[in-house]
Each structure stands twice: as C-alpha cells, then as structure tokens.
DNA sequence: CGAATCATCTGCTCACTGTCAAGATGATGG
DNA sequence: CCATCATCTTGACAGTGAGCAGATGATTCG
C-alpha cells in the first residue's frame, strides 16, 4: 500500500495527506467539482485551512492526488478482471462493463478526472497512470502474449482507442443527459453492448495513420 | 437573427444581454471554465458587477445561456454540410470532421458545453439543443426521406448514438491528452476515420434495448 | 543529554468572487 | 404629467485560494 492508504492510525500527527484527500473525496462527492472547496476539506479533516499547502501546494495540487488516485484504483478494477477463457467481443463486454460501473458509482469522480487539463496540464503522475490505463486496455483487447505497442501512435493500438472512444463517449453523453434525457439513471449497459457489436475490434487497421 | 446577435447597436442601454454574452465568452476562451468569472465578463461589458442578474439570474445562467448558444452553433454548421449525393460513410465522415473542427476552434465553450450538469440540471432549452444535435446527425447518418425516430430509444438510433459517442468519445480523449500526450495538438482526423472504418454504420441493430 | 534542524501545522492578511438588498436612472404608456 | 416598470449602480456580506510569519513538535546530531 502507498502512501494514499486509505484507513490512517495516528491522524492528527501523522498522515494527513491520506486523511485530506478522504475528506476531499466526500467534498467533491457532495458538492461536485464546480462546488469543492480547499478550505471545507480541511475542515472536514479537522486541521486549518492552510494545513493542505505542505502535502499539495494548492487546490489543483490536492484534485490532480484526488484524481491520480482515481485513476489508479479504475486501472486496478480493469486489470484485476478475470478474463481468461473470453474471446475479444466478450473481454470488450467486460471491460466497457467495468469502465461504466466505475463512471456510475463515483461521478464526481470520473468528471473530476477528465477535467483535470483546467486544473493541471503538467501533473506526470497523472498522465501515467491515464496512459497505464490505454495499456490495460490495450492487453486485454489484443491478448497477453501480443506484442506491446511500440509508440502511442502505433496503428496496432487503433482497436483500442476506437473502444476507449466509444466507450467513454457513451458514459460521457449519457451522464450529460444526452442519450435519453428522460432517464435519471442512464448507464444503460444493453445500449451499449449493441453499440460495441457494430465495432469490428478482431482485426487490424486497413492503413496506418501518421 | 435571436435575441442573442453579435452586433450590438444601441449599446449601453440596449442590449447588454448579447453584449455580455461576448464578453463572457472572452473570458472563458481566456481563463477556461475553472477562471470563468461573472464579474470580469462584467467589467468587460462595461458595467457593474450585478447587472448580468438581471437578465441571466446568476452566475449558472450566463454559462448555460453561453452554452446554448454554442450548441446552436454547432448545430447550424453540422446542420449546413453540404452531404447531397454521398454515401453513407462519407457523410459520417464529414460530420464528423465538423464535430472534431468545432471542439478544436472552441475548446472552452466545448469543455463547458459538456459540463452543465454541474452548473445547472434543469436549463430545459439547452437540453432541446442538445437534442436538436442527435436529431441533425441521425438524419444525416440515415438520410432525408428515412422515418425520424419515434423516441429517445428508437433501435434505430442505435447507430447514431455509437457514431456520436466515438467521434465525441475520441474528442475529449485526444483534448485531455488520453490519445497521444506528447502532441500539442491531438486532433487528427485520419486516425478517427481510420476508427470510424471499423464501425458499421449502414445496417439496423441486430437487437432492440430497452 | 541537549541543542539545532527540519517537517508540519496554525493564524492572520489580502485580493477576489458570487449573491443580495436598496436605491438611482431612464423609458413607456395611460 | 406622472406613475410604472425594466434596467443598471452602489454598497455590503460571507466564502474562497493564496501567501507569509511564526508556533509546535519530531528527528538528528554534536
């Protein structure tokens, strides 16, 4: 476990960092992005308004940790998928499956990370863990044995990148209320399965783009 | 022309609602969504701090009056595509150009446009221009003289839907630097044709959803 | 053991923001 | 001519992010 363990034992000397970015998560889930604030967060974790600048810097300090965390644990729930066995339309299924469940069960969440080039362009960190994300999806579309992509624009990745599209484009208008406005609860995972039966994601690329 | 023109003639005391509206969308191209700042749209109107409220009511109406009339921008340029006598990939093709183009001539007012809902949940005329964009794009993809779809989860709409979530999907992924990060300007057009292509777009859905 | 050093956290201040209430200003229309 | 109404200004308030000086406490080193 890294230094964002979630459960702390001394608190109020001790690891505060773990316990802001606990608070901040309920702040940010509460209140939304466009309502979070610093100085509340803080607050929840008893410490003064200023206690965050040591462990953060400032407020985009505190949502690009928040949001780092976020995409570690969404990589973690890909990569721990059982997916033995499954050929390539039925590990796609799985894993749009899981990208869906982890956008509806922590909303503030999934915005605040695709929100985060407002915040922070130049948080590496992040980055990592977002490419780490491609990575895992790219493994397990085209296979543990398969030859890793050489270069982000490697035509072999374009599969990959065509489910990332779809499958996060979805999650995105359907959480904007674009898909079925009428609908409060609009992750509807049959729509989207019928939508990935229409992506060709066995084979290669007809041509390479630069 | 609506009540939101560019051209102002009167000025000071005419129409300040156009006029805002401008400066405000100075001031998000500027600073972005997270610097937006009501006031500072004011000051560059040249008025007081509270005179939008009068005619946006708060801060959340400005942005969501801002974003409807982005949506029928791009509403009006998917809407003016010139797709007679092309087939139905290619059309796909273009409207998806003009997507992608718009998003990278307006990256605030396309950050903001998809971000409401955590502005405002009820603003029921951006909604019918959101709406309006789902329409354009499923007549374009199926063609003039093809039965409009009879509610939001028409089986038939199912194609539009995934040609929408890819292009827009792959829109946000290339802005937020998921796609190729080390490019600072990730929109290309080849590599989204190039995932269009593995997309079917000219039959009906095998199965209908709920 | 004591003292210096460093990490951590507090208190205060500042500029800025969104929002509200009350009042000026000016156009419209009876 | 005057009342009414839409529009805009002024002045205030609470809340926020950020910076600075200093208290507190743990660690390390002489």
Known sequence: MG????TGDQYHHGNLR???????????TEKGVAGFSMREAARRAGVSQSAPKHHFGDARGLLAALATRAY????????SLELAGLDARE?????????????????AL????????????????LAEEKHRALLILDRSLRGEDAEPPAHDTDPALVPSYAV???????????????????????????????????????????????
């Not at 230094?3 to 979630?6: I, V």
């Not at 570690?72 to 990569?79: A, G, S, V, W």
């Not at 590990?91 to 909303?107: H, S």
Request: net charge negative; aromatic share 8%.
């Open 164 to 210: 990332w599209s779809l499958v996060h484009g979805y999650t995105t208008l359907a959480l904007e209320g674009a898909i079925d406005s009428s609908n409060p609860d609009p992750l509807n995972s049959d729509l989207l399965n019928t939508m990935l039966a229409l992506l060709d994601v066995s084979g290669p690329p007809r041509k390479s783009f630069p």
């Open 18 to 28: 773990a316990a802001l970015l606990d608070s901040a998560l309920v702040v940010l």
């Open 3 to 6: 230094k964002d363990s979630l």
């Open 91 to 107: 590990r796609v299924t799985c894993i749009a499956a899981e990208y869906v469940a982890f956008a509806g069960e922590n909303r």
């Open 110 to 125: 999934f915005d605040l990370m695709w929100r985060m080039t407002q915040f922070d362009f130049t948080a590496s960190e």
């Open 72 to 79: 570690r644990q969404l990589c973690d729930r890909l990569e």
